[in-house]
């Protein structure tokens, strides 16, 4: 094939100009154009088809983009949430570095942006996939890391439908073939923590965790029921399982709920350390020793679960950001690397109980009872 | 002038090869080349020479990093740290945050990069000024945002001599003339606790502090040990200037050791939040109510003390990302803006004290106490 033919306006793909794109979409070249860089402005039913034609037709904004994206250093996009009030610490930056490490052996690095709460197009600012599908054309990224996911995440559909290559830390409650993902097994998490508990004696085990409908949450709250059940003991706790807002006054509410119980639980397993630590503070007050009257397990081993000689389900953070950096480098042609007959990454990881003194006394030092 | 001269071998700035900044250096171009992609293989001294000469001749690796560089959208880089043990929290991803925040408007994105440790050029791996100036010769960064500064720190030098643009939160003891810095006043941040305090009715009031010779910790001690001077109340409290490492068990065994003496504390005030939140569990333990029996001051204002009711001194965050982005992308030229005659930005900026039930019973709700 003559060199001109592959440079041709109907070329392959990638050769795409913004009038084949407005035409395959029946719009108007600058409905295009706002779809690119103003795609608040158009309707959600225009936008998606404008996309589709651009997903199919290759197109992007102009040349310099595609070698920008295929020039070194690469660069995967990733946004930065703000710090959120009431909660001891976040894994978000164990796993931006984890990122950002695992990037630097390839020569990609980690593009942070921010973008508004909201992915609802007519919300105020620019949503997270919007951003995303932004960097992505300019050529600034190779692709994208979605983390956080909700059972109905919209952002996996909305980044395939835009042709924005991403790999999710998490997953949704459906559709997780379409997409590559790696995940970890919140439920076993919390059903170690109950192992744990009922080896050392336990039997009357509370679960402290978040208001029903979040993907976590209610994984993690699965874990601790599934558990309790086949050590049958879930008779005499089922009734320990409240929940409450994810900060440390809330973990404390719920402790001394439990407490106030005819029959209180002698250990309770909480959906996050912030619970945990809230739960920590309620036992003092109320004359109990953490580790030998009531044991509490957290989740997520945040610098203060350490600090404080709090037993936690510890996550694989940076095996996480490894497996993700590798498939997206996989998935934008920056490195060869073997998929599943999907050739999509499906990977589900087992997280580590890290057993300290408030569930074991004796097992460490415990900082808070010097 | 014609466009052939302006690219000529002997042109300007920008138009220089390899081989010139051979000449100009007195080394092989084999030399050049590995100060340029193997730093540690060049002894320091030759290292610095070519360094000085592609700084003084403008040599880009190649003509794509500077247009790159000139693209849009921008970038500039910023070392993550791994997350630190046994504190409560950083305010690393609190930075991130605001940095990304402030670079979005002007469309310029910050690149995170991770390094190692030491910044010995013979240490294992690569150190962080290595990665910067590696980032911006290959035009992926239009610059770098140093942070966690120390009294000596040898980065700003060592950017200044590779000639790659940066700007610091914080700053060194001496040289600060020499390059573009916004800080907090710590001083002011530790005084203004201690004049709380003061006005609360409290006169022995100690302080749990970082060993001497760190920037921050000899900063927030100063402002302890000038304000209690102000005060008139340094003679009955100078023995209670404690220190230990910056861990939640360093700042429980500190108060203790406090709580131990024959004249202990009514209040204190403690370089972080990770030594307030050590010295609120030891207080319990003690018969001691925080708040009530001794009062407790913070710094750093982290999701931690919000959750535990921990009067804190808040730095700017969001205050000093801003003006950090808006300084890199004006030395960079992507913006037009106002220096003072150093051509340099010097901001000491205030920080502020957010008032807790930890310091001031009553002043909010006290989820610890519940």
Redesign the interface.
């Known amino acids: 094939m003559p060199l001109s033919s592959a440079r041709g306006r109907s070329g392959g793909a990638g050769s795409a100009t913004i009038t084949d794109v407005a035409e395959a979409a029946g719009v108007s070249r600058q409905t295009v154009s706002n779809v690119l860089n103003a795609p608040h402005r158009v309707r959600a039913e225009t936008r998606e088809r404008v996309e589709r034609a651009i997903a199919e037709l290759g197109y992007h904004p102009n040349r310099?983009a595609r070698s920008?994206r295929a020039?070194?250093?690469g660069?995967v996009g990733c946004r930065?949430?703000?710090?959120?009030?009431?909660?001891?610490?976040?894994i978000?930056?164990?796993f931006?570095?984890a990122?950002?490490?695992a990037g630097?052996r390839s020569d990609c690095?980690?593009?942070?942006?921010?973008a508004s709460e909201s992915d609802a197009p007519d919300g105020a600012g620019v949503s997270e996939t919007e951003r995303s599908i932004a960097?992505w054309r300019?050529g600034?990224v190779r692709g994208v890391v979605l983390y956080d996911l909700t059972h109905d995440d919209p952002r996996p559909r909305e980044l395939t439908v835009a042709g924005v290559p991403f790999v999710a830390f998490g997953r949704t409650a459906a559709e997780t073939d379409g997409y590559s993902w790696a995940d970890v097994d919140n439920e076993a998490g919390t059903a170690a923590a109950v192992d744990h508990l009922v080896a050392a004696g336990h039997r009357r085990i509370g679960f402290l965790g978040w208001p029903e409908g979040s993907r976590l949450g209610d994984a993690r709250a699965r874990g601790w029921l599934s558990a309790m059940d086949r050590h049958g003991v879930l008779r005499r706790s089922h009734r320990l399982d409240v929940r409450g807002p994810d900060?440390?006054?809330g973990g404390?509410?719920l402790m001394?709920e439990l407490l106030n119980r005819p029959e209180p639980p002698t250990a309770v397993v909480a959906a996050t350390d912030?619970l945990a630590?809230?739960a920590l503070?309620?036992l003092?007050?109320r004359g109990r020793r953490p580790g030998e009257d009531v044991a509490v397990v957290g989740f997520d081993d945040t610098?203060?679960a350490?600090?404080?000689g709090l037993t936690s389900v510890r996550q694989p953070i940076e095996e996480v950001g490894r497996l993700i950096m590798a498939e997206l480098l996989r998935l934008t042609g920056a490195s060869e690397g073997e998929a599943d007959e999907s050739g999509r990454m499906r990977q589900l990881l087992a997280p580590e109980l890290v057993i300290r003194t408030s569930s074991a006394p004796g097992a460490a030092?415990d900082?808070?009872?010097?």
Do not use: C, N
């Open positions: 310099m920008l020039s070194s250093p660069m930065i949430l703000p710090v959120s009030a009431g909660t001891v610490a976040s978000q930056d164990r931006l570095h990122l950002a490490e630097q690095h980690v593009l942070l942006f921010t960097l300019a600034a900060t440390m006054a404390t509410a001394t912030t630590v809230g503070h309620a003092p007050h610098p203060a350490a600090a404080l030092e900082p808070v009872r010097r």
